[in-house]
């Protein structure tokens, strides 16, 4: 894969999963208002997010092939542990939106750019520290993409 290519299709993965982030958030959000609503609602599109993008990266991104339950488990916990600082940029500066604007235009706004921070950040940690093999594997296939 190019790395046109491959930026391109990151970007995309990356915009489904904020989107599916982003409208978890808005249907928490619907049930109330106050604090505990709002991080229920940061928790749970994070959580959805995440979900999604892992499963898109794994597959499409980083092309690892390995299955079942005991690899799962075993990357999945490795990709949420990368992705603890990739969430503070993104809890850090949509909250900074939120609490200085009060408006949910803002505190979009605010998730978007801490998500695109957060993703480009994320991608080089992943590369080098959950998808090991399946990148080196893929790379030894293709060197188009660089290291």
């Given at each position: 894969?190019?790395?046109?290519?491959?930026?391109?299709?990151?970007?995309?993965?990356?915009?489904?999963?904020?989107?599916?982030?982003?409208?978890?958030?808005?249907?928490?959000?619907?049930?109330?208002?106050?604090?505990?609503?709002?991080?229920?609602?940061?928790?749970?599109?994070?959580?959805?997010?995440?979900?999604?993008?892992?499963?898109?990266?794994?597959?499409?991104?980083?092309?690892?092939?390995?299955?079942?339950?005991?690899?799962?488990?075993?990357?999945?916990?490795?990709?949420?542990a990368m992705g603890i600082v990739t969430t503070a940029i993104f809890w850090g500066t949509e909250s900074f939106f939120w609490f200085?604007?009060?408006?949910?235009?803002?505190?979009?706004?605010?998730?978007?750019?801490?998500?695109?921070?957060?993703?480009?950040?994320?991608?080089?940690?992943?590369?080098?520290?959950?998808?090991?093999?399946?990148?080196?594997?893929?790379?030894?296939?293709?060197?188009?993409?660089?290291?």
């Amino acid at each position: 894969m190019t790395l046109a290519a491959l930026i391109v299709r990151y970007g995309a993965f990356a915009v489904v999963a904020t989107v599916a982030n982003l409208g978890t958030q808005r249907l928490v959000m619907h049930m109330g208002e106050g604090l505990f609503v709002y991080l229920g609602a940061i928790f749970a599109g994070t959580l959805v997010g995440l979900i999604i993008k892992y499963a898109l990266d794994k597959r499409w991104i980083f092309f690892d092939a390995e299955s079942g339950v005991k690899q799962h488990g075993h990357k999945f916990t490795l990709y949420t542990a990368m992705g603890i600082v990739t969430t503070a940029i993104f809890w850090g500066t949509e909250s900074f939106f939120w609490f200085v604007w009060h408006t949910q235009g803002m505190r979009e706004l605010g998730a978007v750019l801490g998500l695109a921070i957060g993703y480009v950040v994320k991608y080089r940690l992943d590369r080098r520290f959950v998808f090991t093999n399946a990148v080196l594997h893929h790379q030894a296939a293709r060197t188009t993409v660089p290291r």
